[in-house]
């Protein structure tokens, strides 16, 4: 069995590194070398935080590896003219100097020292919703991944808030993934410093904290210590988001409960068909991850609703992203759902995007038949799992019978264990409390 079982890491490496290169292929290297802008184009700016290790090659900046110190920088990143690109894409340049028409491309590059450098980018920055919004990557990127992709979740989501992300060392490979998981742990400190400083500041309103894949193990980590040292996590950060978190569910539990009742407000983006998640499991001693749980299956429903944690499900939802680990970032419906709601600390529910206010009007019309609620339910493809509303839908859900659950499964269905899904979990109801 063991043999077995590495043979089957061994093929779903090679598979997930084919699709890695194959996203890859093109780029040069040192794309942060300012390229400047175009006429059309939009500029993100962003503050860069970053505990990795200077690289000495132009426009690389900083490398995979560690660093003692945390390194701030400004980076301005220009966006091509809305007529030349799709919402959800990162337009990387195929060669250099990037072309501001159809590319990202860099406009400055600019280190800050803490103190007044900081001060006055925040100050800069700020909107009048007076929101810093502080983003940490996931694994498998180098520094330009993590700024690019930002800046497009930024771009694209339109959101009114100043933006900051937080990097931390990853030597983007698939083989480094321990040397990644690691780093996290070696980072947690200086992302916990971070928020502490952004949640001091006299001119910071509020702080959305928004985490991808590995990076949500160091954000959920930095929070944790956070409570523990000072016995609360600080209370300007109202909003945690999760997207696609490459996290153990039992250790989550437990992180949960360290943080206290006074937490902030929790929410996921899971996908059952996140093969890079596939890979986390099996390499992680086949424990579900947070990010591929079915959030309607038992004991994970109770568990979520008892906790307050809501779930957007896009399991059905399709796109570019041949991993299925991106999508809160491609598909143009999420961005737009995190811009106009999430990273602004407003609650998302059903109705939201059409599924929950289908739902009740196919239950509560009297003409209405099963066969027509289905085609409603199915055209959706994202489900909210939002504790605060979900309990209104059940009992309409109920008095429509156990046909229109199997309806609504169908957009989230849950796969049995056996059959390769996600196993049910021995963790008893309270875990998330």
């Known amino acids: 069995m063991a043999g077995s079982k590495g043979r089957w890491v061994r ?72 007529k030349n690109r799709k919402v959800g894409q990162v337009q990387w340049p195929t060669k250099l100097p990037a072309n501001p028409e159809r590319d990202f491309s860099t406009v400055s590059v600019t280190p800050l020292h803490e103190g ?14 007076r929101r810093v919004l502080i983003f940490v990557h996931g694994f498998n990127n180098r520094y330009e ?13 339109g959101t009114d808030v100043a933006p ?17 998981k690691e ?26 904290v928004m985490a991808h894949s590995m990076g949500s193990w160091v954000t959920v980590e930095a929070l944790r210590q956070m409570a523990i040292r000072d016995g609360r996590i600080a209370p300007k950060i109202t909003d945690v988001i999760l997207a696609s978190p490459d996290l153990d569910v039992d250790v989550f539990g437990q992180q949960i409960r360290a943080m206290g009742t006074k ?25 579900d991850r947070l990010g591929q749980i079915d959030p309607t299956a038992e004991p994970y ?39 106009n709601r999430l990273i602004a600390g407003q609650t998302v529910t059903d109705s939201d995007v059409g599924l929950g206010e ?7 019309g009297a003409t209405q038949t099963v066969g027509n609620a289905a085609s409603l339910a199915v055209s959706t493809p994202i489900m909210i799992f939002d504790p605060n509303t979900r309990r209104n839908y059940d009992g309409q859900l109920q008095r429509l019978g156990q046909s229109m659950e199997n309806t609504v499964g169908s957009v989230t269905p849950w796969v049995p264990p056996e059959s390769g899904g996600a196993a049910k979990s021995n963790i008893p109801d309270r875990h998330y409390r």
Do not use: M
């Open 11 to 82: 093929v779903a490496a090679t598979l997930l590194l084919a699709a890695t290169l194959a996203a890859c292929a093109g780029r040069p290297v040192g794309v942060l070398v300012p390229s400047g802008t175009t006429g059309g184009a939009s500029k993100v700016d962003l503050l860069v935080a970053t505990t990795r290790a200077p690289s000495p090659e132009p426009g690389v900046l900083f490398s995979g590896e560690r660093s003692a110190e945390l390194s701030l920088t400004e980076i301005a990143v220009s966006i091509p003219p809305e």
């Open 116 to 129: 007044n450098d900081v001060q006055n980018w925040v100050k800069g920055h700020l909107p009048k919703t």
């Open 145 to 157: 991944d993590a700024v690019y992709r930002f800046a497009q979740i930024v771009h694209d989501s």
């Open 164 to 180: 900051v992300i937080f990097t931390w060392p990853s030597r983007a490979s698939i083989f480094d993934y321990n040397y990644d």
């Open 183 to 208: 780093s996290t742990n070696y980072s947690r400190d200086a992302l916990e410093e971070l928020l502490r400083r952004a949640s001091s500041n006299p001119e910071v309103g509020e702080i959305t």
């Open 263 to 287: 937490r902030p407000k929790f929410t996921l983006f899971v996908s059952r068909d996140d093969r890079a998640l596939t890979l986390s499991r099996r390499i992680s001693g086949n424990v």
């Open 301 to 339: 429903r109770t568990q979520l609703e008892q906790a307050g944690i809501s779930v957007i499900d896009l399991t059905a939802l399709k796109g570019g992203d041949k991993l299925n680990h991106g999508k809160f970032a491609e598909s143009p419906e999420v961005v737009r759902l995190l811009g």
């Open 358 to 364: 289908r739902i009740g009007a196919v239950t509560l």
